[in-house]
């Protein structure tokens, strides 16, 4: 598929699509959730707010997978394939629950927390509408502006688990510059 083929209606709907999943999502995982506890909080303590972490929840299916979204065909199709498949990730983020797979694993939470930092700092609306056109953009999961930045944080806390950073600077720093 093109990029050039997509008008602002279709990526509109796909935006009001992608929006209506993370709502609903949450709202099924949140009411099993549970706040950071004191050792995961610690764990990322440092590269985001306070007030970020506080809202921070998450939950552990151990052996239940996160079913692939309702759009998942779709956008496979629309990148050839360059789409995740939801039951292989260690954990997916709704706006602030971030659900494991299996374990709450340090990178993962990391690059969840990430997620939920950009919603919190650009707003959910514009987050998503930057999330949807980037992969419409690049036909490609791991080329959205986001997820490269996620990415990139991820593996600099990955590597340095002591060398502080706000999360939230950068991505302020990334939306100054034009980068999503």
Known sequence: MDAQQFTETS???MVAGVKKYLRTEREVYLRHSEPLTPDVRQTIEGFFSADLLARLRT???TGARVPPPPFSLKAKEMSGGRFPDFVHMDAITYIDVIVFHDRILP???????VHS???????FDKYVDLYVRGFVKHLSWLAIPMEAQAYQLDARFAE?????????????????????
């Open 11 to 13: 990526i509109a709907e």
């Open 117 to 123: 930092a950009q919603i919190a700092v650009l707003g």
């Open 107 to 113: 990178r993962a939470l990391f690059h969840g927390a």
């Open 160 to 180: 340095n688990p002591t060398e502080l950073f706000s999360a939230e600077k950068e991505i302020r720093e990334w939306d100054a510059a034009g980068r999503y």
């Open 59 to 61: 939950i552990t299916l």
